[in-house]
């Protein structure tokens, strides 16, 4: 059970969860609950407000495109 001294990276997934529990923090935000989602979610207050921040920036890109992108 030996690799011959190579390095093996195996993901841990960490990213893909970070995006799926931001989505479902944008899906429960409703504007005054950041207290309840932090005990939901068991993470910061710094975290929920990131959490919200990017997935805002994401939702506005559905609107509104990029003005100076080369398509």
């Known amino acids: 059970n030996q690799i011959g001294g190579m390095q093996v990276y ?7 969860n970070t995006i799926i529990r931001d989505m479902k923090i944008w899906r429960d935000f409703t504007g005054k609950n950041i207290p309840e989602l932090v005990e939901r979610y ?8 990131k959490a919200i ?7 506005q890109r559905k ?8 398509e």
């Not at 068991?42 to 407000?49: A, G, H, M």
């Not at 921040?53 to 939702?59: K, V």
């Open 10 to 16: 195996f993901p841990r997934g960490e990213v893909l």
């Open 42 to 49: 068991q993470v910061t207050y710094k975290t929920v407000y």
């Open 53 to 59: 921040r990017r997935m805002r920036r994401l939702e």
């Open 63 to 70: 609107y509104q495109p990029d003005l100076f992108s080369k």
